[in-house]
């Protein structure tokens, strides 16, 4: 199978290869797998919990050149972008803009559902931390 | 075998066709029991019904084999030169379908994934599968290991130190790949006594799922296995 120039590109020139710190609490990380094809996803965003802004994005993918240029395509359109925005991306983007055929759109389902996981994964931190500075308080009232 | 043959019969697979030569009811997949002619597939027939069997996943290979040849000979074009233009399309296609069953029903492997197909669970290209988060954090980190090894060689690393962690790797996939294969071929013995005791469809279903995650399971670790044989078979 072809695969389309713009897959090609990602696939020589990722975007944001690497890790961010896992125990950040600004960092939410997101792994998933396409069993399928025996692929696996990391993808990692550093969000600014002020103006929720994501402002570094990293990602490390053991696949196929569709489930690496995915991911590598997925940080580039999540920098900068806020939380909310970017859990708006959809996989029929990604799949649009790599012109992925039929069989490799699990590909692009990787990608938004590493997305979906690494922001949701940012928010328990979040609110584990907004827990913990709460915890004193009420410790105190007993 | 000929009682599974009538339940099969009964959800559809090859109940209700009348010989389109003769009209009589052809109690045969491929030809009508009263004028022998070939006749077109009912429409669903599975790999498993193509060779007239039930759905079971524990099949004898040499009888496969016969079967197989059996039908290959009697589907051959060459028998139907004579043929009118009906006959001889359906010679050909039954012919190349043929090949298809006996490919897939032929590992065990390829066997199940056809059952998951066909009972819905798996889907190309759409249906998503969901892996443990501890399978994938381990898929994960052995290939990590696996990129280290595969980095340090190419910054020219000591390859005879690079041999070792390699062969352990191997090791621990091997070990690994035997396991999960262990655990299918488990889970195909409870599938296969299901269908003799008519489980119903929620039990059927729950074998399916675990059959499904195993197997998932498994193409992450043959990826494993095959990758660092690939190193090793560099280094």
């Given at each position: ?142 | 075998?000929?009682?599974t ?43 498993f019904?193509?060779?007239?069997w039930p759905e079971k996943l524990s099949l004898d ?50 066997r199940?994934?056809?059952l ?72 195909g013995q409870?599938w296969d006594a299901a269908l003799d ?39």
């Open positions: 199978m072809a695969y389309s120039d713009k897959v090609i590109e990602h696939y020589n020139n990722p975007r944001n290869v690497g890790s961010l710190d896992k125990k950040d609490p600004n960092v939410g990380t997101g792994l998933v797998g396409a069993p399928e094809c025996g692929d696996v996803m990391k993808l990692q965003m550093k969000v600014n919990p002020d103006t929720r802004i994501i402002e570094e994005a990293k990602f490390k993918t053991f696949g196929c050149g569709s489930a690496i240029a995915s991911s590598s395509l997925a940080t580039e359109w999540v920098k900068g972008k806020t939380v909310e925005e970017a859990l708006a991306i959809k996989n029929t983007d990604i799949v649009r803009e790599l012109s992925l055929p039929p069989v490799k759109i699990h590909c692009s389902v990787l990608a938004e559902d590493a997305i979906k996981a690494a922001l949701t994964d940012w928010k328990k931190k979040q609110g584990d931390a907004e827990a913990k500075s709460a915890e004193p308080a009420t410790a105190a009232s007993h | 075998m000929s009682v043959q009538t339940q099969r019969d009964e959800t559809g697979h090859a109940s209700g066709t009348k010989c389109w030569n003769c009209q009589a009811p052809s109690a045969g997949v491929h030809f009508c029991a009263a004028c022998g002619k070939i006749q077109p597939l009912p429409t669903g027939t599975d790999y019904a193509f060779f007239g290979s040499a009888q496969l084999e016969s079967e197989f040849h059996k039908l290959s000979w009697k589907l051959h074009p060459d028998n139907f030169v004579r043929a009118s233009e009906f006959e001889r399309d359906l010679s050909l296609n039954r012919s190349s379908e043929l090949n298809d069953a006996y490919r897939t029903l032929r590992e065990p492997i390829s199940m994934e056809y998951l197909l066909r009972r819905g669970l798996r889907k190309e290209g759409t249906t998503k599968q969901q892996a443990p988060p501890e399978l994938l954090e381990e898929v994960f980190e052995l290939n990590e290991s696996l990129d280290e090894l595969r980095e340090a060689r190419a910054e020219g690393g000591d390859l005879a130190a690079l041999r070792e962690p390699l062969d352990a790797a191997q090791k621990n996939f091997q070990e690994k790949l035997e396991e999960v294969d262990a655990e299918l071929s488990q889970i409870e005791a008519g489980a119903d469809e929620a039990k059927q279903q729950a074998l399916l799922a675990r059959m499904n995650l195993a197997l998932n399971r498994r193409s992450y670790i043959r990826n494993l296995v095959a990758s660092v044989q690939k190193e090793l078979a560099d280094a």
